[in-house]
């Protein structure tokens, strides 16, 4: 039992689970967001994740719910305890369906606790 709760807790601090759970809130109730992969990235001065998601809204969800998600992304302020979310995109964009990438980095002021 020790092993799974260790995992539910890595799960719980995950900057792309973080951010899944974040954008389906943001989303609402009539989308489905999911994390298709992930990739690492680095500079000279910084390292992170890239994280790629499909939103796909569901048979009620209206086309304007769509935009709105799409123009809200971009200037959205994300939580992720010893991260920040450095670049968000949305890459492509339909009426039931965005494609979003986003470039997450580890805080060099105050890096995750967990050693990540």
């Known amino acids: 039992m020790p092993a799974e709760h260790a995992r539910r807790r890595a799960r719980l601090r995950d900057p792309g689970a973080l951010l899944t759970r974040q954008m389906a809130a943001l989303a609402g109730d009539h989308a489905r967001v999911t994390l298709k992969r992930e990739r690492p990235w680095a500079s000279i001065t910084f390292s992170g994740t890239r994280h790629y998601f499909a939103v796909e809204g569901d ?3 209206e086309p304007a719910e769509m935009q709105r ?6 200037d959205h302020e994300f939580s992720i305890p010893g991260h920040f979310v450095a670049d968000i995109l949305v890459t492509d964009h339909s009426d039931k369906r965005l494609l979003v990438e986003a470039l997450s980095i580890i805080d060099p002021v105050e890096p995750p606790r967990d050693g990540r």
């Not at 998600?69 to 971009?74: E, N, S």
């Open 59 to 61: 048979g009620a969800a």
């Open 69 to 74: 998600l799409a123009a809200t992304l971009p």
